[in-house]
């Protein structure tokens, strides 16, 4: 009667936190070098990264600085701070700022002293003076000039573009090289590596702009901050200082360069005012001289002062027509502010101003978002239209006061039409008297009043303030902002941990084995027998595999006594039991399993026989130190009787047969009907026939084996087994209906580093299992002979 089957299901697992702490601490050295690694390429980053120091400066813009209406409806404007901040900073990154304040430093040579590590630029001290001769503006060379002091007289100079050259010159020698003529007038310093090279501002414009920063102090404030980050401190504060004084400075042109053109028309009328007043005053003296009249009438009078007052007004007109086409064509352009300097009282309408503040705001906000998209994305096309929606309103407004203005020249012409046409009417003499009177004082009236307006022109451009203060200069910083090692090392270490974390996940993922029990039982419902630990390959060699025997104190021994008594519930129904090991492929310990099985059962007085089964790659007379002249293949093939190849082992005391010289056809003997005669022939010989067979997964000679079996017992490698070996059990048992095979864990070791993660809980799992035990802790409890002591527990005695 077959032994009935073991109700077959999953062991129920659950995650293991312990576990998983264990595993990697169990590779602590792993992290400690990932943190090792880490931190010293921190300490190199920061031995070859130069450090970066930022200087600052604040300013305050005026009120005026924005163009912005005291209208109320303008307060809600939320972005009119953040705007003109933005629009300030980007006429304070252009370019005729930056150059001009470029022009401030001594730029045109740079001094470097090179360290072990880094060459640091020496700006401003002037390790020795170089004085430059003659230069080309446009095309000199940049390159690296190094100088060597050979004595108090002489040095060498090596050229960046030439490094394998080098020349000697002496002191106050003209040295043409570069396009240009220099000498080095002082001495060379003796101690350090110096090097120079000239520059151009042009090779200053990226240093300069591309480290400057400017935003506002706090939102909708007229405060703003600026920072300048370089290698150099001293030149961060220098260059920042010159910019902020440069870029005043040029707010200050930008104010009066309306008030400029209006002096310089002035001037130009002015000019011919005073000539027409000199030749109209000589016209009247000498017509009065030369004739003789009396002093006008009333009327006349009346006439000739309407006259002038008129022509006053007209050249008025005049001059406010001037201002409006000045600023129709400020509106023109898209790139500048539109500033209201010009005196066109009396004619602005009331909403021009607001729509002049509103467009220099969606002006400013374009050049900020230039820097962010180019010149076709959706958002400039939005501004765009906006920019020119409000210039539409806006010379809408300039085209009404241009019609107004034109009818009021109209108005004043007809009416001077009319005043001329009076005085006409008058006697020959008083008519060119009151002409020439008339044109005398109009001349004269349009000199005073445009002379009035030129010294009103200069007193507002006198008095034209920059639209920004200074609250705060710059001053060097010499603490860096980057790289800050606190900051890096910290951030290395913890790079170090998390490398050596990962590398232990990697490792674990990257693993195709298997190494505990807890992956077999989640891999399989094929119940495990027992395991049996490792053993040490270089210290027993073929001859001395049955460890269980010759160590019988050992752990290793202990294991496999588990094994064993496992074994005497399988086919408890059967007397004497034939089994059968196997497994995936070879190398996985079936022979070294079956010898210790052997000898475990032979020492409590079983009959066991041990047949090496594998007919085509057998070691099993190795162990035994025994020829393989005869065997299982000579047998089956005829060639030897029965008793003939069954041996004795006097050591172990138990009887082998080896597998014999290998056959041509291994497969087919071993599928013969003399193979399933001689299996019942042996079980009536012995308790226990052990038959060592094939590896399954490479050929199917075990398979009329695995039939006839009592007990199968699959063979699992520690380390060596892969996880598709642990389905194999599970296919033979469906495909061939078994209920006999159990799984056996050789060579198990505790490899902490690809253990399972979980933890099988048995007392749910509904399934079969049986009592063993991986030994895990107990290595070096002191209970077993020959344990491996941990050298951290060197204090304890051994007993």
Same mark, same amino acid.
């Given at each position: 009667m077959d032994t009935p089957p073991i109700k077959s299901i999953l062991v129920n697992q659950q995650l293991n936190y312990w576990k998983v702490l264990r595993i990697f601490l169990s590779r602590w050295y792993w992290i400690l070098g990932c943190v090792i690694i880490s931190?010293?390429?921190?300490?190199?980053?920061?031995?070859?990264?130069?450090?970066?120091?930022?200087?600052?400066?604040?300013?305050?813009?005026?009120?005026?600085?924005?163009?912005? $209406?005291?209208? /109320?409806?303008?307060?809600?404007?939320?972005?009119?701070?953040?705007?003109?901040?933005?629009?300030?900073?980007?006429?304070?990154?252009?370019?005729?700022?930056?150059?001009?304040?470029?022009?401030?430093?001594?730029?045109?040579?740079?001094?470097?002293?090179?360290?072990?590590?880094?060459?640091?630029?020496?700006?401003?001290?002037?390790?020795?003076?170089?004085? !430059?001769?003659?230069?080309?503006?446009?095309?000199?060379?940049?390159?690296?000039?190094?100088?060597? /002091?050979?004595?108090?007289?002489?040095?060498?100079?090596?050229? $960046?573009?030439?490094?394998?050259?080098?020349?000697? @010159?002496?002191?106050?020698?003209?040295?043409?090289?570069?396009?240009?003529?220099? #000498?080095?007038?002082?001495?060379? /310093? &003796?101690?350090?590596?110096? $090097?120079?090279?000239?520059?151009?501002?042009?090779?200053?414009?990226?240093?300069?702009?591309?480290?400057?920063?400017?935003?506002?102090?706090?939102?909708? $404030?007229? !405060?703003?901050?600026?920072?300048?980050?370089?290698?150099?401190?001293?030149?961060? #504060?220098?260059?920042?200082?010159?910019?902020?004084?440069?870029?005043?400075?040029?707010?200050?042109?930008?104010?009066?360069?309306?008030?400029?053109?209006?002096?310089?028309?002035?001037?130009?009328?002015?000019?011919?005012?005073?000539?027409?007043?000199?030749?109209?005053?000589?016209?009247?003296?000498? @017509?009065?001289?030369?004739?003789?009249?009396?002093?006008?009438?009333? &009327?006349?009078?009346?006439?000739?002062?309407?006259?002038?007052?008129?022509?006053?007004?007209?050249?008025?007109?005049?001059?406010?027509? @001037?201002?409006?086409?000045?600023?129709?064509?400020?509106?023109?352009?898209?790139?500048?502010?539109?500033?209201?300097?010009?005196?066109?009282?009396?004619?602005?309408?009331?909403?021009?101003?607001?729509?002049?503040?509103?467009?220099?705001?969606?002006?400013?906000?374009?050049?900020?978002?230039?820097?962010?998209?180019?010149?076709?994305?959706?958002? !400039?096309?939005?501004?765009?239209?906006?920019?020119?929606?409000?210039?539409?309103?806006?010379?809408?407004?300039?085209?009404?006061?241009?019609?107004?203005?034109?009818?009021? !020249?109209?108005?004043?012409?007809?009416?001077?039409?009319?005043?001329?046409?009076?005085?006409?009417?008058?006697?020959?003499?008083?008519?060119?008297?009151?002409?020439?009177?008339?044109?005398?004082?109009?001349?004269?009236?349009?000199?005073?009043?445009?002379?009035?307006?030129?010294?009103?022109?200069?007193?507002? #451009?006198?008095?034209?303030?920059?639209?920004?203060?200074?609250?705060?200069?710059?001053? /060097?910083?010499?603490?860096?902002? #980057?790289?800050?090692?606190?900051?890096?090392?910290?951030?290395?270490?913890?790079?170090?941990?998390?490398?050596?974390?990962?590398?232990?996940?990697l490792v674990r993922l990257m693993n195709p084995y298997i190494y505990d029990v807890e992956t077999v039982e989640g891999l399989t419902s094929i119940s495990i027998l027992g395991v049996i630990l490792k053993y040490d390959r270089k210290k027993n060699g073929e001859r001395k595999q049955i460890l269980a025997l010759d160590q019988p104190k050992s752990i290793f021994a202990e294991s496999v006594r588990s094994v064993r008594t496992n074994l005497s519930f399988l086919a408890s129904d059967k007397e004497n039991k034939i089994i059968c090991v196997t497994s995936e492929i070879s190398g996985e310990g079936k022979s070294f399993v079956s010898l210790n099985l052997a000898g475990t059962l032979s020492i409590i007085d079983k009959k066991v026989i041990l047949i090496a089964a594998d007919l085509r790659r057998s070691k099993l007379h190795k162990a035994f130190g025994a020829d393989n002249i005869r065997g299982l293949s000579t047998y089956l093939s005829a060639q030897s009787d029965l008793d003939e190849i069954i041996n004795r082992d006097k050591d172990y005391t138990f009887d082998y047969i080896t597998s014999g010289p290998v056959p041509p056809n291994p497969s087919e003997l071993l599928h013969s009907n003399k193979m399933r005669v001689l299996i019942e022939e042996l079980r009536k010989r012995y308790e226990y026939v052990i038959l060592d067979t094939a590896p399954v997964g490479l050929v199917s000679d075990s398979i009329p084996i695995i039939n006839q079996a009592d007990i199968n017992l699959f063979i699992i490698r520690s380390g060596i087994s892969k996880f598709s070996a642990a389905s194999v059990p599970e296919r033979l048992s469906k495909e061939f209906a078994l209920n006999n095979i159990s799984i056996i864990l050789n060579s198990f070791t505790n490899e902490l580093l690809h253990s399972n993660i979980h933890t099988s809980n048995y007392t749910q799992s509904g399934s079969g299992t049986y009592y063993y035990s991986n030994y895990n802790g107990y290595n070096n409890s002191g209970y077993y002979e020959n344990e491996d002591r941990k050298w951290w527990k060197f204090w304890k005695r051994r007993v």
């Open positions: 931190l010293t390429a921190a300490w190199l980053y920061i031995r070859t990264i130069p450090p970066m120091y930022t200087t600052g400066a604040s300013l305050k813009l005026d009120e005026s600085q924005s163009d912005a $209406s005291t209208d /109320p409806s303008m307060r809600s404007y939320s972005r009119f701070y953040q705007s003109n901040i933005q629009t300030e900073a980007t006429v304070m990154r252009s370019q005729n700022v930056i150059y001009k304040a470029i022009e401030h430093l001594n730029y045109k040579i740079s001094y470097f002293l090179k360290g072990r590590v880094l060459t640091s630029e020496l700006y401003p001290s002037i390790p020795f003076k170089i004085a !430059i001769i003659s230069q080309d503006s446009l095309n000199f060379s940049r390159a690296t000039y190094s100088v060597e /002091p050979i004595d108090n007289t002489s040095f060498m100079l090596i050229s $960046s573009d030439h490094p394998e050259t080098k020349l000697k @010159f002496k002191y106050n020698q003209n040295i043409a090289l570069g396009n240009m003529i220099f #000498s080095i007038k002082s001495n060379i /310093p &003796d101690k350090g590596n110096y $090097s120079f090279k000239f520059n151009a501002k042009e090779d200053f414009y990226g240093r300069a702009a591309g480290g400057l920063n400017i935003s506002e102090a706090e939102k909708y $404030s007229n !405060i703003m901050n600026v920072t300048h980050t370089d290698i150099n401190p001293v030149f961060s #504060s220098d260059i920042l200082n010159a910019i902020i004084q440069e870029y005043i400075i040029n707010d200050a042109e930008q104010k009066k360069r309306s008030a400029k053109q209006t002096i310089a028309y002035l001037d130009s009328q002015i000019d011919f005012l005073n000539k027409q007043v000199d030749q109209s005053g000589k016209k009247l003296s000498n @017509f009065s001289s030369e004739s003789t009249i009396g002093d006008p009438v009333t &009327d006349k009078q009346f006439n000739i002062g309407k006259l002038t007052a008129l022509q006053t007004q007209r050249t008025e007109l005049e001059f406010q027509k @001037f201002s409006i086409e000045q600023l129709e064509e400020q509106v023109k352009n898209n790139k500048e502010k539109i500033r209201l300097n010009l005196n066109i009282d009396g004619i602005t309408s009331l909403g021009l101003p607001i729509l002049i503040s509103q467009l220099n705001g969606v002006i400013a906000n374009r050049e900020v978002k230039l820097s962010q998209f180019n010149a076709d994305a959706a958002p !400039i096309k939005q501004l765009d239209n906006q920019i020119a929606n409000i210039k539409q309103l806006i010379n809408g407004n300039i085209s009404a006061l241009k019609q107004r203005n034109k009818k009021t !020249i109209n108005l004043v012409n007809g009416e001077l039409n009319k005043v001329s046409g009076s005085l006409s009417q008058l006697p020959a003499k008083e008519n060119d008297f009151a002409k020439l009177q008339n044109n005398y004082n109009i001349n004269q009236k349009m000199f005073s009043l445009l002379f009035e307006k030129k010294l009103a022109a200069q007193i507002t #451009s006198a008095a034209v303030t920059p639209g920004a203060n200074v609250i705060n200069d710059s001053q /060097p910083s010499f603490s860096p902002i #980057s790289p800050v090692a606190g900051q890096i090392y910290s951030s290395y270490f913890i790079g170090g941990i998390l490398a050596g974390l990962g590398l232990i996940v």
